[in-house]
């Protein structure tokens, strides 16, 4: 119980919703992820310094050479990544900056032309990015063009237990 005690990884991820929902760390996507030894600097999440003995996964966010880096101990990064997917699944993505995962059934906002839109449940097929209408299996419209998308109201366990899925029985 002395001040050294590292924060538990529940305080790390109430800290880390809190920093996400203020604006003081990304919910994007980071732009490039690089791993290494600690640098000497403090994590992004926990304060903590990064000693060289350590891990270090260093993010830039966006292009150019001013594009904010931020870094986390290797343990901070899993946190982070986790909170903002959390994040993520209850706000709109724009198709430009991030695609839906490959198959999975999301609702996206799709321009139809003549400035009106639609909201549809559809899938995105990688590669090629083949957009199709869940309900229809079909591909949607020539002309229909997806704008943002978001996921699907899910339990919030759903990424935590997806490593527990059962596995295929043999036919
Ligand atoms: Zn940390």
């Not at 996400?20 to 992820?33: C, E, F, S, V």
């Not at 600690?38 to 310094?49: A, D, H, K, M």
């Not at 292009?63 to 899993?78: I, Q, S, T």
Request: charged residues 25%; hydrophobic residues 35%.
């Amino acid at each position: 119980m002395s001040d050294a005690t590292p924060p538990g990884d529940e305080a790390l991820r109430t800290l880390a919703r809190e920093r996400i929902a203020a604006g003081a760390l990304p919910r994007d996507k980071a732009t490039h992820t690089w791993g290494g030894l600690g640098s000497g600097l403090p994590c992004s999440l926990c304060g903590e310094l990064i000693s060289r003995t350590e891990t270090e996964m260093e993010l830039q966010l966006g292009d150019g050479v001013d594009a904010p880096v931020v870094r986390f101990h290797l343990r901070c990064h899993l946190i982070w990544e986790t909170a903002r997917r959390e994040a993520a699944r209850n706000s709109w993505i724009r198709v430009v900056d991030e695609l839906p995962p490959q198959g999975a059934a999301v609702e996206a906002r799709i321009a139809i032309g003549e400035g009106r839109s639609v909201i549809l449940t559809v899938s995105c097929e990688h590669p090629g990015a083949i957009w199709l209408n869940v309900n229809t299996g079909e591909p949607l419209p020539a002309g229909w063009r997806p704008i943002e998308w978001r996921y699907l109201e899910v339990p919030r366990t759903e990424t935590e237990s997806r490593a527990e899925l059962p596995t295929p029985r043999r036919a």
